[in-house]
């Protein structure tokens, strides 16, 4: 898979995304930091989320009450408050690049799958929450760039539709992922790893709602090729997912020891190094 100018899976490095997500608050000064602080850490991608909230926002959902930073507003009204438009997303657009990273998003909604298209995003991701909305599932295949789609709280014939919706259209990678936040440790079942890579054929990584790094490790030792984690400027931070995502420094910590990861990994051909040469010597005489 080629996703913008980067090679994703086999011997390619791991391919690692920093999930904005909606922690900007709608703060596009927020947002244009999120980007510097993905690009500062070594990220490839940065990835935001787009949506026309009277159409994604659950109809059930869109009148309850929501206490926020800017007042008691109904869900709907809140899910407007943090959206970004045409002239954010344009400005997104002009510092990722500025930056040196790209960017994409996961759409929420049709019209979302032609405002992203628009940008000429390198990427879509598909959120667990939307794998089973065929009608988006078809809209992101048919713009063909390579999907990226998570499979959160998604049985196995879910995913089986999803994937045939769009292998016909474009390349797929499957990401494991468990939609909990914070993530147990007890939950994050990475072996699924394994099941999805030999049920799909696939591309196959690791997206994740955890606290600390140790889970993504474990990820990359057994085989994601993409790892995507929650970044944000401040943990305490309002937000639904600010207290599962990592800050800069934590994410840049996160990147250092994914490229550790994977460098001791090897080739999997036992040898003996040169550099065991004199303990050879010295202790077997």
Known sequence: MQIGNISVGGSSPVYIIAEAGINHNGDIGDAIRLID????????????QKRDPDLSTPESQKSLPRETPWGTMTYLEYKKRIEFGREEYAQIDKHAKLAGIEWFASPWDVPSVGFLADF????????????????????VAEVGVPAVMSTGMSTPEEIDTAVG????????ALMHCTSTYPLAAVEANLRALDW????YGQIVGYSGHELGLQISLAAV??????????ITLDRSSWGSDQAASLEPDGFRKLVRDIRIVEESLG????????????ARKKLRG
């Open 221 to 230: 030792a057994l085989g994601a090729k993409i790892i995507e984690r929650h």
């Open 37 to 48: 602080a993905a690009a500062y850490a070594g990220c490839q991608a940065v990835k935001f």
């Open 196 to 199: 999805l890579r030999s049920r």
């Open 165 to 172: 919706l769009l292998s016909p259209h474009t390349e797929i």
């Open 267 to 278: 080739d999997g051909v036992k040898r003996v190094y040169e550099s065991e040469q004199q």
């Open 120 to 139: 000429k995003v390198p990427a879509m991701k598909i959120a667990s929450a939307s794998i089973t909305n065929r009608e988006l599932v078809q809209a």
